[in-house]
C-alpha cells in the first residue's frame, strides 16, 4: 500500500491542540494519534491524509515552503509569519475558536494612557524611544509605525507582562483572550491599541493546490467543516398543522418571517385513526438565534406538537468557500 502524502498539520499543544482536536472531531473528522509521544497521527475519515502536529507558527512556516499541504494555526501567527511571497492561501479564517488579540499593554500606573493619542503624547516626553517587548515584531512594527510612534522592538520568548516590572521595556505588545493576565501584572490593554484580531484558521500552500488529489482534499476538509458551522448555527423544527392540502399549510408558512426553512419547509401527510382529519408534518430548518421567534409563528398558524431538535450537518451542493478558494486560485 501506498503512504498518504498529503499532510495536515495541528498545532502540538495546548489549548489551541485541544480545540483543533475537539472541532475536527466535530466535524466528523476525529483524530487518531498512533502514538501519544509521536508528532503523527492519521485521519479515518480521510485515509488519504497523514496529521502532523507542530508549533502554530512553525505550521505557517512549513505550509509556506511547501513542506505540508494544510495546517490550522491562528491568524496571529500567520499574519506573523506568512510572508509576502503568496505562497499561502487561507482557506477558512473563521473555524470559530482560539479567539485572542494581539494588543498594546502599558503599566496602570500610566494613568494619562488611555489611547493610542495620549500614548504617543506620552513617548515623546520619554528620555528614549518607546521599549516594547514582543513575540510579534512584524505586526508590531507594521502598527507601530503606522502611528508614527518612535520605538524600539524588544525580542523576548518568556513571559511578556513581566518585562515593564523588570524594567526591560516600557510596554508590551501580547495576545489578550480574558484580559485577566495582564491585570494580575498591573497591566491594562489599550481599547484601540489592538494590531490584530484573531481566530484558528484552515491554511494551504497555493502551489501544492495545483495537485489534483490535494485540491479534492481541500474540497472534503472544507465540505466537512463548512457543513458543521452551517448545522451549528440551525436547528431542526417538526411541527403538526391541519390543513386542507400541502399548498395551504406552505401559503400560511410563507405568511410568516421564520419559518421558511433553507428553500422551503418539507410537509407530509400524517396518517391518523381518524378519518377526514387532514394533519401534516412541517419540517424546517431554523437559524438557532430565531427559534423563539420561530415558535411563536408556528403556534400562531395552528401548529403543535412542536420538536425541535440539533442538526449536525447541512451539506450545499458546494461548499462556498471551496468556489472561493478555486477564484483565488486563478487569480
Not at 50 to 61: A, E, G, K, M, N
Request: glycine fraction near 6%; aromatic fraction near 6%; proline fraction near 6%.
Amino acid at each position: 500500500m501506498t503512504q498518504p502524502t498529503i499532510r495536515l498539520s495541528l498545532p502540538s499543544k495546548g489549548r489551541l491542540q485541544d480545540d483543533s482536536l475537539n472541532f475536527l472531531a466535530e466535524c466528523g473528522l476525529s483524530v487518531q494519534k498512533l502514538n501519544p509521544r509521536q508528532y503523527q497521527a492519521k485521519m479515518p475519515a480521510l485515509p488519504e491524509l497523514t496529521v502532523l502536529f507542530q508549533r502554530p507558527s512553525d505550521i505557517v512556516v512549513s505550509v509556506r515552503q511547501g513542506s505540508v499541504d494544510f495546517g490550522i494555526t491562528g491568524i496571529d501567527v500567520l499574519e506573523e509569519k506568512r510572508g509576502d511571497n503568496g505562497d499561502i492561501i487561507v482557506l477558512h479564517d473563521t473555524l470559530g475558536f482560539g479567539n485572542c488579540s494581539l494588543m498594546l499593554a502599558v503599566p496602570e500606573a500610566w494613568t494619562e494612557v488611555t489611547t493610542i493619542k495620549s500614548l504617543k503624547s506620552y513617548t515623546a516626553t520619554l528620555p528614549q524611544p518607546l521599549r516594547v517587548a514582543t513575540k510579534f515584531p512584524v505586526l508590531t512594527e507594521r502598527f507601530l509605525a503606522k502611528q508614527n510612534i518612535p520605538h524600539t522592538l524588544i525580542s523576548a520568548e518568556g513571559t511578556l507582562e513581566t518585562a515593564p516590572t523588570i524594567g526591560y521595556a516600557d510596554i508590551i505588545s501580547d495576545l489578550v483572550s480574558s484580559g485577566q493576565t495582564l491585570q494580575d501584572n498591573r497591566l491594562r490593554a489599550l481599547p484601540d491599541g489592538i494590531i490584530q484580531t484573531s481566530q484558528a484558521a484552515l491554511i494551504a500552500n497555493r502551489k501544492n493546490l495545483t495537485n489534483p488529489a490535494t485540491l479534492e482534499m481541500a474540497r472534503r476538509l472544507l465540505e466537512y467543516i463548512e457543513a458543521h458551522l452551517r448545522a451549528e448555527e440551525n436547528l431542526l423544527v417538526i411541527a403538526n398543522m391541519r390543513g386542507e392540502s400541502p399548498e395551504a399549510i406552505a401559503s400560511k408558512l410563507f405568511t410568516q418571517t421564520s419559518v421558511g426553512g433553507l428553500q422551503g419547509p418539507t410537509i407530509s401527510p400524517i396518517f391518523t385513526r381518524e378519518k377526514n382529519q387532514n394533519w401534516y408534518s412541517i419540517s424546517v430548518v431554523i437559524r438557532r438565534d430565531h427559534i423563539p421567534q420561530a415558535i411563536t409563528e408556528l403556534r400562531y398558524i395552528g401548529g403543535s406538537g412542536i420538536i425541535v431538535t440539533p442538526v449536525t450537518y447541512i451539506f450545499e451542493e458546494e461548499p462556498p468557500r471551496y468556489k472561493a478558494m478555486l477564484t483565488a486560485l486563478k487569480g
